[in-house]
């Protein structure tokens, strides 16, 4: 039985999807649940950075209690940010849509969508996750210098896209890959390897002079960048270890961060 | 452990204001305690030597933090304590806390993890700066317990 939208709360405006959901999962609300803003003032990107969210995009966040250890919830950024691709690949099919490891994803190499996930811990117990999406649907105008990194379907297709058909298609997909990610992340791995936009492209690791660079050669069976080095050595990004940014060589060593 | 240190250890926990003391060294593990409402055995301040009394210290400091609730990274990544570089920090020394109050957040794998208080209590130490990888189990923060 499908769980991801049964219940949804739709707000046509709020501060944050994230905290409003994180409101309700403190009250114990049932994992599916879907918060909906048609606007959100204080759109929430990694690192508390802003995330630009008017009105026309679909900015939403759903409320789960996966049973997986904390150090793998990172598994869920990649299942939604995969879930958004297949649902672009499968409405759209003219579009090409990859996936900005671990959780951005892009069209033509611009930014159309970003997940979230939150994690709420009581000691070393999960308690809730809430996972916020923001996608670019129906945005015509971005502002400076956001114009030069994003983009939105609309403005790829060329026309307005109903944000309710487009939010029933995703949600089916995100609760497939969300299974995927509870009980066969080899699978979704395999699924999502494709589409790494990253994949076979020469990057840089890392802050300042200390970075390594490597050629990008695909994830490891926890999901984390597999790079390998000059010296032939194969070398794994997990972004616990420490503030990563990635940047493609060349093209003046483009800032490829994900994120806001 | 050596006899000798143990003699003084048990020497500097009975003169202490401690009541109990587990010291665990090389898989052996010692356990000391006091029949409560018995004064200490050496009540007065022991004869110290420079290297006793750093001994006490330590001890006190163990023993201090025996009361506290250590809050402890649940995994490694790295640690935030405000939910933006614009925010003021989540929690400062001495501030009150109360159970599921959010301490800091850890990101890892692009997960903002959010550390919550299992306590009410005040904040005694925070071991943590922002920014800063923490290991798993790193110790984060002292609580004092209401």
């Known amino acids: 039985m499908r769980k991801f939208g049964r219940r949804i709360y739709y707000y046509p405006c709020l501060d944050s999807t994230n905290l409003t959901a994180r409101f309700l999962a403190h009250q114990g609300e049932k994992e599916g649940t879907v918060v909906i803003a048609g606007e959100q003032t204080n759109g929430q990107g990694r690192g508390g950075n802003w995330w630009f969210s008017p009105p026309g995009g679909l900015w939403f966040s759903l409320i789960l209690y996966p049973n997986i250890p904390i150090s793998s919830l990172g598994r869920i950024n ?3 940010a995969g879930a958004v691709v297949f649902s672009i690949q499968k409405l759209f099919p003219s579009l090409s849509t ?19 996930c939150r994690a709420s811990l009581d000691g070393k117990k999960l308690k809730f996750v809430i996972l916020g999406l923001g996608i670019n649907v129906n945005i015509v105008d971005f502002p400076s210098p956001l114009g030069f990194t994003a983009t939105s379907l609309s403005k790829e297709i060329g026309r307005k896209i ?20 509870l009980f066969d992340f080899s699978s979704l791995l395999e699924m999502i390897h494709p ?47 420490r503030s990563i940014h990635l940047r493609k060589i060349g093209e003046k060593d483009s800032l490829i961060e994900s994120g806001c | 452990m050596d006899l000798k240190i143990l003699q003084k250890i048990i020497e500097i926990f009975e003169a202490s204001s401690l009541w109990e003391l587990e010291i665990e060294e090389k898989g052996t593990r010692f356990h000391l305690s006091k029949k409560r409402g018995k004064e200490p055995l050496f009540p007065q301040q022991l004869p110290s030597s420079p290297k006793q009394s750093e001994e006490k210290k330590v001890l006190e ?33 001495r501030d009150k806390v109360v159970v599921g109050q959010t301490l800091c957040v850890i990101e890892a794998m692009k ?8 306590v009410n209590g005040r904040i005694k130490d925070i071991l943590i700066k922002n920014g800063q990888p ?12 209401h």
């Open chain 1, 98 to 116: 990859n996936i900005l490891w671990p959780n951005d994803v892009l069209i033509e190499g611009k930014k159309v969508g970003g997940v979230m």
């Open chain 2, 61 to 93: 400091i163990e023993g201090e933090k025996k009361k506290l609730t250590v809050v402890r990274s649940p995994l490694v990544g790295t640690v935030y304590r405000a939910l933006s570089p614009e925010d003021k920090p989540l929690v400062k020394a």
């Open chain 2, 111 to 118: 997960v903002m993890n959010e550390i919550t208080s299992e």
């Open chain 1, 195 to 241: 589409f790494l936009y990253l994949l076979g492209k020469l990057v840089k690791v890392g802050i300042d002079q200390d970075g390594i660079s490597g050629l990008v050669q695909g994830l490891d069976e926890e999901g984390c960048l597999i790079l390998r080095l000059e010296s032939g050595v194969q070398r794994k990004i997990d972004l616990g270890e």
């Open chain 1, 78 to 80: 990649m299942a939604a």
């Open chain 2, 134 to 145: 923490v290991e798993y189990d790193q110790e984060l923060f002292l609580i004092k317990e």
């Open chain 1, 162 to 181: 109903y944000l309710s058909f487009f939010l029933a298609h995703l949600l089916k997909e995100l609760e497939q890959m969300y299974r995927l990610c």
